[in-house]
């Protein structure tokens, strides 16, 4: 039976109740009514931030190092290198800073959430062919139900051929996460073993159009253009691989955050933008913004530079000439569209010359008139297209 001094002890109207916890948190029950003292350390972690509280306990003597594990396998999200601890005074705290407090010790932390699972957004790449797609999942997700939450998404994937993962040490290879992995803050992740094919909206090809006409119509992207076609006048100078080279430089700098917005910014980014388009290209607004982006680039043509061709200038008979400065009497080759028109070739000529336009003539071939029969040049139509001929006299 209970000792004479502990029942004496126990009445309301003497000392205290021994079966009750001491005061403090370092009492711990040991069974039977009995407490003693805890080795536990007690933590309270409030987030920097948000004010978002973690109350935890861990054995007494353990590491910071230890308890940021325990942070992560408590509220699932991590990694233990996003976590960054400090003492209410603002003191930071290494990893091999051990928790000996016997009273709870009050810590600030900064680098991951500590409340509910919230929903986030996570882009899917695919390793090889760069196309993405973008799935809603909670932030505290493992690799196993992102995979769930593909199939719902997308049920003619089969399970079993997912596989999600990152870029390895080398960034040639794959490295698969395993499906216990959680989803840790990540915002995009590599899958293989599926075809992505996106296709857009009228609404969505309309949003990313309009934010490329704006992209473009950036001052300082139309001065560097400018600069560029004054280094490289077209037709010709399209075709210098310095001109390619600066121009794609150019376009790309423009393009990154709506093609990183839309998820196009994959290896083969543009590529697969442009396939997106197909349900949608014929659409009347998609066609106006198509021409607005043309006229920012001033060089493009459905939104993409027209092929270039060489054609053989000939020299008309010399009595024909009308010109009041003479063409060189040579064989020359000149750059032009391949879908010019008979005109926009005699602009052409006449900016490689230096004469005026209207003093070009393209001769379709010599008519005789007159008693005599003297021959006279046909013209050619300055609105028509040069199709296939790729010589002119």
Request: one cysteine or more.
């Amino acid at each position: 039976g209970l000792s004479f001094l502990k029942r004496f002890l126990g009445k309301g109207s003497f000392g205290w109740d021994l079966s009750a916890k001491p005061p403090g948190d370092q009492w711990e029950h040991r069974g039977n009514g009995m407490y003693g003292r805890s080795n536990k350390a007690h933590i309270h972690i409030t987030h920097a931030i948000t004010g978002e509280e973690l109350k935890m306990q861990i054995e007494r003597g353990s590491t910071l190092g230890m308890l940021k594990k325990m942070v992560v396998k408590q509220v699932l999200r991590g990694p233990e290198s996003r976590i960054e601890l400090a003492t209410r005074e603002g003191a930071e705290l290494a990893d091999n800073y051990r928790l000996n407090s016997s009273v709870t010790e009050a810590l600030v932390l900064v680098g991951i959430a500590l409340g509910p699972p919230r929903e986030v957004e996570l882009c899917l790449c695919h390793a090889h062919t760069g196309a993405r797609v973008r799935i809603s999942v909670m932030d505290t997700f493992t690799i196993s139900e992102i995979r769930e939450a593909l199939l719902q998404k997308f049920p003619a994937w089969q399970s079993e051929s997912i596989r999600l993962g990152i870029r390895a040490s080398n960034q040639e290879k794959f490295q698969v996460l395993e499906d216990s992995e959680l989803l840790n803050g990540r915002e995009q992740m590599l899958v293989l073993g599926v075809d992505i094919v996106v296709k857009l909206s009228t609404e969505e090809a309309v949003e990313l159009q309009s934010e490329l006409v704006e992209a473009y119509g950036a001052q300082w992207f139309q001065e560097y253009l400018g600069a560029l076609l004054e280094d490289f006048p077209p037709p010709a100078g399209l075709v210098e691989r310095e001109f390619k080279d600066r121009f794609a430089a150019l376009m790309r700098r423009a393009q990154h955050a709506t093609l990183v917005k839309h998820g196009f910014d994959g290896p083969h980014g543009v590529y697969n933008m442009m396939n997106a388009f197909s349900e949608v290209g014929s659409e009347p607004e998609v066609l106006r913004l198509a021409q607005e982006i043309d006229a920012k680039l001033r060089i493009t043509v459905g939104c993409a530079i027209p092929a270039v061709t060489d054609i053989i200038l000939e020299p008309a008979l010399a009595s024909t000439s009308s010109a009041k400065q003479p063409i060189e009497p040579l064989t020359v080759n000149v750059k032009v569209f391949e879908k010019s028109s008979f005109g926009d070739v005699r602009q052409v000529i006449a900016r490689r010359f230096g004469v005026e336009p209207s003093i070009v003539r393209l001769v379709a071939g010599f008519q005789a008139s007159g008693d005599n029969g003297e021959l006279h040049p046909v013209e050619q139509e300055y609105d028509e297209r040069i199709g296939r001929l790729r010589r002119f006299k």
